[in-house]
């Protein structure tokens, strides 16, 4: 499976959110700053994730946005399932009632079993747990201009 880029930008951008809770609310032009995309995708990103209850939006002159729920609470598999819709390898994972072989089909069983893993890994992994992982990486370094 291949994610796309609205899963994978849309999780920097929650991550973003998340390193800079007690800065909020953020403005969606900073996030697009720092996470290297336009502002304009980030604002067709964000509306499922307000919409859902995952973000929530401030107005104003001081307005942006912040995350609604502490990010100990926000799992990928949440943010996953608002981005990218289903994540199953194969439909008839999903669906068996799909494939008439699907009862004695053993690569169905091996798409299955890998389908778990992942959910497994994405259910069991938090925005909290990606925060801490960042701090643990190097930052990004800004580039130096001489003249």
Not at 59 to 76: E, W
Not at 78 to 100: R, Y
Not at 107 to 119: F, H, L, P, S
């Amino acid at each position: 499976m291949k994610l796309s880029t609205r899963t994978r930008y849309g999780t920097r951008a929650l991550l973003d959110l998340a390193l800079h809770q007690y800065e909020s609310p953020v403005s969606l032009k900073d996030i697009a700053e720092r996470q290297q995309f336009s502002l304009q995708y980030l604002e067709h990103l964000i509306t499922p994730l307000i919409a859902a209850g995952v973000v929530r939006s401030i107005r104003g002159p001081k307005g942006g946005v912040a995350l609604a729920k502490p990010p100990d609470q926000i799992t990928l598999s949440q943010i996953m399932k608002l981005l990218e819709g289903s994540t199953t390898l194969v439909e008839c994972v999903d669906n068996p009632k799909l494939c008439s072989r699907a009862d004695t089909c053993v690569t169905r069983d091996i798409w299955d079993e890998v389908n778990k893993a992942m959910n497994g890994v994405m259910e069991s992994t938090t925005l909290q747990d990606l925060v801490e992982r960042q701090k643990n990486k190097k930052p990004l370094k800004e580039a130096m201009y001489y003249i």
